[in-house]
């Protein structure tokens, strides 16, 4: 990884810019486990003064990603310290050497959590957000027939987001953000970003046909059939894992 510049945090926000700077570098491994972190060191190789430094350390510490402590200082933790499901570190594991193994780990948590989501939101009557979800699927079907690989995958990644919403669990409300961030991560490498199918849209149209009758099962059901069809999900699934 290149080393980031004093110019690079200007104009975006020094307080944010830097812990993603920093978040990046740790994650990367640029700086590694127990690696101690001296804050005038950070505020003069960027250039921002020790109040931003400070708050950046904070953030990072809220993460799992550095320890601070008196007489010792603040440290890089150990991986196993880390927050796995900060919607942050999912962006920095993304483009680090830990990509493929997060992608398989955010895979194996949507093909868990995301049949049972499809489940329980068949058990609530929310009629405005089934017609939203079909809205979503309008907008993916329009997206492939247009051939915009963008467009369908935004409207993918809301009809996901919704459909944990609907299904009346924080904890899985919460896990949507995760699964959103899953979605992007797929986007963003050179591989991912797929446009979807005719077999894509109509999985998502049997999901919201389920949800309108109220059918749990076959909401879960046609949840999973998507999942497994769906490369990037099952090539990471337990079955699939490679020895």
Do not use: Y
Request: with cysteine.
């Amino acid at each position: 990884m290149s080393t980031p510049s004093a110019n690079g945090l200007r104009g975006r926000g020094l307080h944010g810019q830097l812990v993603q700077q920093l978040g990046q570098m740790i994650v990367s491994g640029d700086l590694g486990a127990d690696r101690p972190l001296v804050p005038e060191e950070i505020g003069q190789r960027f250039e921002v003064s020790r109040t931003v430094v400070r708050e950046s350390l904070r953030v990072l510490e809220a993460k799992g990603l550095v320890s601070a402590r008196p007489n010792v200082g603040t440290r890089v933790r150990p991986v196993s310290d880390w927050n796995p499901l900060d919607p942050d570190i999912i962006e920095w594991r993304a483009f680090g050497p830990q990509r493929d193994d997060q992608r398989r780990e955010l895979s194996e948590l949507r093909w868990t959590v995301e049949p049972l989501a499809a489940r329980l939101a068949a058990g609530h009557g929310h009629d405005k957000a089934r017609g939203q979800l079909a809205d979503m699927v309008v907008g993916m079907r329009q997206a492939v027939g247009q051939g915009d690989a963008i467009a369908f995958s935004r409207a993918d990644a809301a009809f996901h987001a919704l459909l944990f919403q609907m299904a009346g669990n924080r904890v899985l409300e919460h896990l949507s953000r995760i699964v959103a961030a899953a979605l992007r991560d797929a986007d963003d490498l050179p591989s991912g970003c797929n446009l979807g199918n005719k077999g894509s849209l109509a999985q998502h149209a049997q999901i919201v046909d389920a949800l309108a009758t109220g059918n749990g099962s076959a909401a879960e059901a046609a949840m999973r059939q998507l999942l497994t069809d769906h490369t990037e999900v099952n090539s990471g699934l337990p079955t699939q894992r490679k020895p």
